[in-house]
């Protein structure tokens, strides 16, 4: 989702939610032994939050062996210019966020604060709406231009929230969910759900909400946050929005740290090698898998009781894991992600470009977008460091800064000519970012087979740090249940309710 900064007193990013198949029986160890070793493939902040709430529940004694093919940290990321380091995927992390913010607690990390800057969406011509220095103002002209829209969009982004976050108490308790459909049915009932399949225009058309406010605001925040427009699921789209002003928060020193630090706490092995194959071993009563992988130095494979995919598994760019042995719950793998470019220019802003000849009058700290033909970019921001020291000050426009601009395809000279008057350097992240979400399409399987799980299915209902950090949380969960044949714990009714009394 976003980059840095937040929108009006209403917008921005976070959220929730997931899948199963298999015979749970088939799960437990015949003799009631714990794990000897798990795997899990992956090393972002899905596969080392899963590493650490693996080791909660299994305790200190099992193996967990984390594989990484590339760099810790996976869409969390970062690029250096200029001897400072700015994050280059994944970058803005919501208050009520509540597992990202217990990892840094833990880990002993630091918030970076967000810096101040104003944002202003542009439609290919003109700046269209912006936000002002004066809360107050900003709300009256809101009112003046979209009427009652803004408070009712509040008001639904509010209660998805509110209801999303029982799946902090659920878990805590230490419920599980066998699928991404039963998570989301416990916290949200079948409006959650249906939320995944639904375009987001069409809930809030319902709502009452103007097409002109869905044009000018909503469309914009889908672009920058998600790549896409106002076509997508309604939940990945109340997630988009649910964040707000001042709400927001990164990792000082950069998102990534917490991975390496969550894979330590965890005491995993952190093995530098790519699974290429899983098949599933019997021996006796016993189910095992067997793993084989190329590590820089030659091949190897190893034997696991449990294993955790904590990677996308779409066909074009995914994990390139085959599986041997069983078939998968799959008709087909899920679809493809959506390309997001990542441009971090260091240079000169053409501020003209935006109708400012004078850069010194321009005002705005990120640009946001109106779906526009033609217009290759979707966003163009000012970022700040990863380390922001006491005297820090973002740069003003006519000075040389550092801007991060999203688009759907690399920019080409011409491109990066148009948003900057002259640059000294130009960095490019092809991302695989997220899920390009159609309304139609299904949430993937959390359980592919009796012992072996996926996470990244919940990014079909929404992508974001916090929900692969709550994907984490549920698959430990599920994985011990499993193990230990406790089936009172899975995809329990009525939650709120059991909660209350079990207190
Ligand atoms: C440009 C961009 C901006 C974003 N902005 C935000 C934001 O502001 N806030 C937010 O909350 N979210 C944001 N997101 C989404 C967020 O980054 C992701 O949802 C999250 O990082 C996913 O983490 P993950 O661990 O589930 O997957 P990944 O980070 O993709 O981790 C998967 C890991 O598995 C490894 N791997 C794959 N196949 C194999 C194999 N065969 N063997 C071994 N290893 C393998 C990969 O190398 C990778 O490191 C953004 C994403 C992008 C791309």
Redesign the pocket.
Known sequence: ??MGGSLLPVFA?VLSAWLVVGDPEEAAHVDGAPPSKIAV???????SATAHFLRQHFGPEVQVDV?????V????ATVTVNHNDYES?????HALNLHMQEFVKQLGLKYRRSMAGKMAVFNGEEVILEETDWYLLDLFRLWWRYGISFIRLQMWVEEIMEKFMRIYKYQAHGYAFSSVEQLLDSLGGSGFINMTQRPLSDSLLELGVSQRFIDEVIAPVMRVNYGQNVSIPAFVGAVSLAGAQNNLWAVEGGNKLVCSGLLKMANANLLQ???NSISSVHSGEALQYQLSFTTPTGKGSELYDIVVL???LQTDGG???QFQGFPLPFDQLPSDYHK?V?TIVHGYLNTSFFGFPDPRLFPYASILTTETPDLFFNSVASVCPVNISAGFRRKQPQEAGVYKV?SPQPLDKSHLKTLFRSYYSVQVTE?Q??PRYCSSQGLPSVELHPNLYY??GI?WAA??????SVAAKNIALLAYHRWNRQTDMVDQKDLMHRIKTEL
Not at 41 to 47: D, L, R, T, W, Y
């Open positions: 989702a976003a990013v493939v992956g090393a972002g902040i899905g596969g594989f990484e093919k590339g760099e940290g996976g869409r969390l995927g994944g970058a803005i992390i090698a790519q699974v904590a990677t996308p994990s390139g894991i997001t990542a999203f991302w970012s997220y996470l990244n990014e992508s974001a740090m916090e929900m692969s």
